[in-house]
């Protein structure tokens, strides 16, 4: 039989991780942006950007 879930196990920790980078990366790129063309920034992309920041970093990478 084909059972495809048994083989593969999915890293969930690596996959959040991963996501909160990206979108603390995101986060900072339009405050860059805002900041260099409007000369002003948009707090809110500033504290997502520390809250994702500070939620990746958090996030333990053991391996098992």
Same mark, same amino acid.
């Given at each position: 039989?084909?059972?495809?879930?048994?083989?593969?196990?999915?890293?969930?920790?690596?996959?959040?991780?991963?996501?909160? +980078?990206?979108?603390?990366?995101?986060?900072? !790129?339009?405050?860059? =942006?805002?900041?260099? *063309?409007?000369?002003?920034?948009?707090?809110?992309?500033? +504290?997502?950007?520390?809250?994702?920041?500070? !939620?990746?970093?958090? =996030?333990?990478?053991? *391996?098992?």
């Amino acid at each position: 039989m084909c059972n495809l879930g048994s083989n593969k196990k999915m890293n969930w920790k690596k996959l959040a991780k991963t996501f909160f +980078f990206v979108a603390s990366l995101l986060c900072g !790129i339009v405050v860059s =942006i805002m900041y260099t *063309k409007l000369t002003f920034i948009d707090w809110p992309y500033v +504290f997502g950007c520390i809250i994702f920041l500070v !939620i990746a970093l958090l =996030i333990p990478n053991n *391996k098992s």
